[in-house]
């Protein structure tokens, strides 16, 4: 009785261990969790109290324009040019219901049915159900840890062709970690303006950098692809508000009017309390979010090392986002405790049940073999949970 549409949306490889974790608490487990992909900080306190505010103010209790508060779309814009370096009108922003809606929004405003776009793996695990819900064709390109897991030229240029309407391009990247440098990510922008293809990129671990590594944006580098660049953010990482939904695509005035109108029939606008909240978030210092990152670079740092003592286990450093993404493949089809997992969903439900902690096996990424830990949780959680692991494997 479903559509097909529906219908063909793949159940998530993450539920069943979360479901497993979840009633293993339920029950009084102490099970540390690896899969948060959310910030464990609280939101700013002067963006919480913008949004206190906000809602004792009648004006707030009513419908904003449907692409967003007009002093919420400047202020993207603004920042914009701060961080990213790409100077866009207000009219350029549509505010979406977190980074997520806009991801979709791109997608569906830019595909046609049979239009192929080139996904990266290992991916976030919504890009090519979104992909598909807005009837384009995901084109998956797999990379592995001897790159780093970053794309090259010539593996894009060997999936293009003639349907190739998109590139999904997302640094720091959530699952791996991974950021490409200005040279990479020139190289790959100057590669899709020269054959005409869109690029939609997701900044939204913008400021969660580690080390030597830098953030730049695609369009600031090779600025004559603004034209066919849809720019995707969100408060959500950045100032630990994944709650708050709230998001945003930057990009020329056409497609934002396009995916405008469709917003306007599809959702309204954002919740006006939580805009005023970004809007805070946005126009605001970003002191707590530095602080924030120096957390998540100290135990990322710790995590990585701690991995690495595993036996079977091995990962490169963190460059970015909150996620580790070891490989495990060591640890597949031997002897950890009495059992053998074949595959990574089976490593998961065996660390979970024998060791009480959970990670998102790589299956869920496009990427068996390996698995994604965040270190967005205390330094002492980091800790017991992979000494736990590494006890069950020595
Ligand atoms: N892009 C990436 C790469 C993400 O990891 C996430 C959150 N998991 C999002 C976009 C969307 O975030 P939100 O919808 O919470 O703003």
């Not at 009219?91 to 239009?115: I, M």
Request: proline share 6%.
């Amino acid at each position: 009785r479903t559509s097909q549409r529906l219908a063909s949306i793949a159940p998530s490889a993450t539920l069943a261990v979360d479901v497993k974790a979840k009633a293993l608490r339920a029950e009084g487990a102490d099970v540390i969790g690896f899969g948060a992909g959310e910030p464990d900080f609280p939101t700013p306190d002067h963006i919480v109290e913008a949004a206190v505010a906000a809602c004792r103010d009648p004006k707030n209790h009513r419908y904003t324009p449907a692409p967003g508060l007009p002093e919420l779309r400047s202020a993207i814009a603004d920042k914009t040019l701060r961080d990213s370096g790409v100077q866009v009108e207000a009219s350029q922003v549509l505010v979406t219901n977190g980074g997520k809606h806009a991801v979709y929004t791109a997608f569906a405003a830019l595909c046609d049915p049979g239009d192929e776009v080139i996904c990266p793996a290992p991916y976030w695990t919504t890009y090519p159900e979104a992909i598909t819900l807005a009837g384009g064709v995901p084109v998956v390109v797999d990379t592995d840890d001897s790159t780093n897991f970053k794309v090259s030229v010539d593996q894009l240029e060997a999936v293009r062709t003639d349907r190739t309407k998109v590139l999904l391009f997302v640094s720091p990247d959530n699952p791996s970690g991974a950021v490409y440098s200005p040279a990479e990510i020139t190289a790959i922008g100057t590669w899709a303006l020269e054959h005409d293809i869109w690029v939609i990129t997701d900044e939204i671990y913008e400021h969660l950098i580690y080390g030597d590594a830098v953030f730049a944006s695609m369009p600031a580098l090779v600025p004559d692809l603004a034209g066919q660049c849809i720019i995707v953010n969100g408060v959500a990482k950045t100032y630990a508000m994944t709650g708050w939904r709230v998001g945003w695509m930057v990009g020329p005035n056409d497609v934002i009017s396009a995916a405008a109108n469709f917003q306007s029939h599809a959702t309204s606008n954002v919740s006006n309390v939580a805009q005023r909240a970004a809007l805070a978030a946005v126009a605001g210092p970003l002191d707590e979010v530095y602080a924030m990152r120096t957390a998540f670079e100290r135990r990322g740092t710790a995590m990585h090392a701690m991995l690495n003592d595993i036996p079977g286990v091995t990962c490169g450093a963190p460059e970015g986002a909150f996620y580790c993404f070891p490989n495990i493949s060591g640890l597949l089809g031997v002897d950890l405790g009495g059992h053998r997992a074949a595959n990574g969903l089976e490593l998961a439900d065996l660390i979970l049940t024998e060791a009480n902690v959970a990670f998102v096996p790589g299956e869920a990424f496009g990427a068996p073999g390996y698995a994604r830990f965040s270190f967005a949780l205390g330094d002492d959680d980091i800790a017991t949970g992979l000494g736990r692991i590494a006890d069950l494997v020595s």
